[in-house]
């Protein structure tokens, strides 16, 4: 099926304003069907893993695939149905956890670098470095504890500090993107009445009940905040060569679908093919065949 997936990308043109953005189904799309759509992701699927051999064989490229998104907006499960068909071995996933004494006694950005892709492989970020501008903004109290010169009161959190931050990220991004990873942000757009709803099922349902943390809840009561963060993060970091894809989330199987059309269309615009075969390679296959089949022997 086709969809305009420029709707779900801001590449830094333009304004950003969050609310503007959609939540659930465009109406433009809203005659697809479920079963449509798992179709569609079980071909995107077979596909991605198709385009994944030929990203580790060639080993010239890597893919860096960023995923935020408020609690309950469905990270886990998107990575988890999208990405269901890669290999294995050449891809890992990072989750980012509130940051460890040694973390925090590096630079803010030291986490994320080293775990980025090695060529040939794909890294899947679930949160990320965004987190230094979004939690953190939220809760400058945070930043308390990461040992920053002139930082030793909350009232010394300026403005100034996340626009240093949004350029020590675009530069960071850019700099991966000309070794040849190739990043996708996603921002899983979820409305608050979802994340009511979801927090809910999780209580009511035995088999939901691990997933529920009152940790969450008080996340909530910043919804406003974090709306704010994320609108200013996603308007300071966004760019050509690493925009950001705005998803609407109230849906999680539509909202796979863009994700997995947006990961395939990124792919296909890399010269990616498996390694030319050289004639000396040729004759050392040629020989290792004779010898396998006993033609070689006497």
Do not use: C
């Amino acid at each position: 099926m086709k969809l305009d997936l420029t709707h779900f990308t801001y590449d830094g043109t333009g304004n950003f304003r969050i609310k503007d953005w959609d939540t659930d189904i465009p109406k433009t799309e809203q005659g697809l069907t479920e079963a449509e759509i798992k179709a569609e992701i079980a071909q995107n699927v077979q596909d991605l893993a198709q385009a994944q051999g030929k990203l580790y064989a060639q080993k010239r490229y890597s893919l860096l695939l960023i995923f935020q998104g408020l609690d309950a907006a469905g990270k886990d499960g998107m990575i988890r149905h999208v990405m269901s068909g890669v290999n294995p071995q050449g891809t890992t996933v990072v989750s980012f956890k509130q940051p460890t004494v040694e973390e925090l006694a590096h630079d803010y950005l030291w986490r994320t670098r080293v775990a980025f892709p090695q060529a040939g492989n794909i890294t899947i970020f679930n949160r990320s470095h965004y987190e230094e501008v979004l939690v953190d903004r939220v809760h400058p109290e945070n930043l308390l504890l990461e040992h920053l010169p002139n930082i030793d009161a909350v009232a010394d959190v300026t403005p100034k500090l996340w626009q240093r931050r949004y350029k020590d990220i675009r530069h960071m991004e850019s700099m991966a993107s000309r070794d040849g990873i190739v990043i996708e942000k996603f921002f899983l757009h979820m409305s608050k009445d979802e994340q009511k709803k979801r927090f809910l099922d999780r209580i009511e349902q035995p088999d939901k009940n691990w997933k529920f943390s009152e940790a969450d809840i008080r996340e909530r009561r910043y919804w406003d905040d974090y709306q704010i963060a994320y609108q200013d993060a996603i308007a300071g970091t966004a760019t050509k060569k690493a925009p950001w894809h705005i998803i609407p989330a109230d849906n999680k199987w539509f909202g796979r679908l863009i994700v997995s059309k947006l990961i395939l269309a990124r792919l296909e615009k890399l010269p990616l093919a498996y390694p030319t075969v050289t004639a000396e390679q040729k004759a050392g296959l040629h020989a290792a065949l004779e010898e396998l089949t006993g033609k070689a022997e006497n």
